[in-house]
């Protein structure tokens, strides 16, 4: 089994930054793809962006240029940077490992002047 714990997130202005991390415990070997999604209220779950074990990277259209996946492959963390934000981008945000075969309990991000 693995666990997510998220944290970061929070409050920003249209046009701020905010960073999430998420941290995986238990059985980390066994990742080999750490991500984020995001649902807003009364919508769909979605794919924000991914990362794999071997560094490849994929963005969700709306955030490309905006937000940034990382990753610490060895302690299994990842990372996103989230630029230029939008109101749009409110949402609750998942970590997710193994596309989406654990979840953490996910981080409210809110935009808004």
């Known amino acids: 089994q693995v666990q997510l714990v998220e944290s970061g997130g929070g409050a920003a202005q249209p046009g701020g930054s905010l960073p999430l991390s998420c941290a995986a415990s238990?059985?980390?070997?066994?990742?080999?793809?750490m991500g984020w999604y995001r649902q807003a209220p009364e919508k769909q779950r979605e794919l924000v962006a991914y990362?794999?074990?071997?560094?490849?990277?994929n963005y969700a259209d709306s955030v490309k240029g905006r937000f940034t996946i990382s990753g610490d492959n060895a302690k299994k963390v990842a990372y996103l940077q989230m630029n230029s934000l939008e109101p749009e981008d409110t949402a609750v945000y998942y970590c997710?490992?193994?596309?989406?075969?654990?979840w953490g309990k996910g981080t409210l991000v809110t935009v808004s002047s």
């Open positions: 997710s490992a193994n596309f989406c075969s654990y």
């Open positions: 238990g059985n980390i070997n066994s990742i080999y793809a």
């Open positions: 990362v794999t074990s071997g560094g490849t990277t």
